[in-house]
Nanobody, 124 residues
């Protein structure tokens, strides 16, 4: 049974930082492209960041580039999203996703597995 479990969400003030973790189990982790998405109630799920299977390349949404950093630790089956200089518009539920492919996709329907999400709230 595949599980993706996010942690590290919380409430911070503008300019603060949070570190989200996603622990994966039940899958060959290094065979999966990993990504983070976020969703605000009433809006579509939005791609945030992606990382290739061995961490050789990353990509970011324009709205978070330069502030967020995605990384992965394959031996520990973990993917991290380091979020710095947070803004109120970053407030959302953040989801970890896994795609059995060699390239990321910015479309949520291309991902095979999802975590349950973790809430991030940034206050002004």
């Amino acid at each position: 049974q595949v599980q993706l479990v996010e942690s590290g969400g919380g409430s911070v003030q503008t300019g603060g930082s949070l570190r989200l973790s996603c622990a994966a189990s039940g899958l060959g982790f290094s065979s999966y492209v990993m990504a983070w998405f976020r969703q605000v109630p009433g809006k579509e799920r939005e791609f945030v960041a992606g990382i290739l299977r061995y961490g050789s390349s990353t990509t970011y949404a324009d709205s978070v580039a330069g502030r967020f950093s995605i990384s992965r630790d394959n031996p520990r089956n973990t993917v991290i999203l380091q979020m710095n200089s947070l803004k109120p518009e970053d407030t959302a539920v953040y989801y970890c996703a896994a795609r059995h492919a060699i390239m990321w996709s910015k479309a949520g329907h291309d991902y095979d597995y999802w975590g349950q999400g973790t809430q991030v709230t940034v206050s002004s």
